[in-house]
């Protein structure tokens, strides 16, 4: 049984257009140096390797590269998490999918002289075109299925709230579909990046879904951080079955009221809990899980991508590569 651990480095201004506040002032973010320099020690103190998922935009920021740097150095896997972090990417054209995706990866192996093999949408949305274009591309996965009821309804409740008092989040609620999204890991249908293809018509991309407890239950940062030990467990039931337990932090997820704005504090629940607590939940989870092997998610979807035998990769693609830009 194979596990993952990676952590989606959404700057602070995307928390900031969800909530519908003001985005804050131009300057070092602290998702790109306390968040990622706690990341790295989190996995050293485990001894294990992550997977970075970047906004390319981010990576201008020397700071920002230069840390983003020591993970790739350090063994870490770094994925793309597109240019600009587009909450309505999935429903771009194809020409500006094609830009996100190659603005980002071109930022990532800028940084770390290794283009990205996997990627995850933002907001977790994705679409026929979007499938396509990684597909095109050449990654050898996507790891954006999050098939979470809770999520889902408490999402869709704090976008309904927030329209109600003229405060509109940028976030975008996606199709009730994702909900039957097979929690192992798949090839995608062409027309339907939320169904399990049939070869030949399946996609060569592997589909890692971001894995759901029981009833759905979101087992991500946010929430491993601040839900009791004994719940958690509850909540855990089921999922050593699964061939791939990938389980998904966020930058805010190491961070606290002190590193962020006064604006987003409050709206932000989990930035009440101090990073120090946080922090020791979260490491008290992952060594729940040592009986498994840890792996970055490239090397998962290696590995349960040939699984079966049947090499999915398109042809002419290596291991590991992306068809040229």
Not at 231 to 253: I, K, N, Q
């Amino acid at each position: 049984m194979l596990t993952s651990l990676s952590i989606d480095l959404d700057a602070l201004e995307h928390y900031h257009r969800v909530h519908g506040i003001p985005e804050p002032s131009p300057g070092e973010d602290p998702v790109y140096g306390k968040a990622v320099e706690r990341f790295g020690e989190l996995c050293a103190r485990l001894g294990i390797r992550g997977t970075a998922f970047c906004v390319g935009r981010n990576l201008d920021h020397p700071r920002a590269a230069a840390a983003v740097r020591r993970l790739a150095e350090g063994g870490h896997e770094v994925a793309n998490h597109s240019f600009s972090h587009d909450y309505a990417l999935s429903s771009r054209s194809p020409a500006e999918i094609a830009a996100e995706l190659r603005g980002g990866a071109d930022a990532i192996a800028r940084v770390t002289s290794q283009p990205p093999v996997g990627f995850r949408a933002p907001g977790y949305t994705l679409s026929p075109a979007l499938l396509r274009a990684l597909t095109t591309d050449g990654y050898r996965y996507d790891s954006s299925a999050f098939p979470a009821l809770p999520y889902y309804l408490g999402k869709a409740a704090v976008m309904g709230v927030l329209a109600l008092m003229r405060q509109p989040s940028r976030a975008i609620l996606d199709r009730p579909r994702v909900l039957l999204a097979p929690r192992t890991p798949y090839h995608p249908r062409p027309d339907e990046p939320y169904a399990r293809g049939t070869p030949p018509d399946a996609l060569p991309i592997l589909e890692l879904p971001i894995t759901t407890g029981l009833l759905g239950f979101p087992l991500i940062g946010t929430f491993i951080a601040t839900v009791p030990g004994w719940a958690l467990r509850a909540l855990s039931l089921g999922t050593s079955r699964l061939p791939l337990f990938s389980l998904e932090l966020h930058g805010v997820d190491l961070l606290d009221a002190s590193d962020v704005s006064p604006a987003l504090a409050p709206r932000q629940r989990d930035l009440a809990v101090p990073a120090v607590k946080k922090l020791a939940r979260i490491e008290a989870f992952v060594r729940r899980l040592a009986d498994r092997e840890w792996v970055t998610l490239a090397e998962a979807a290696e590995r349960l991508g040939t699984g079966d035998g049947d090499d999915r990769r398109p042809t002419g693609t290596p291991a590991g590569t992306r068809r040229p830009c």
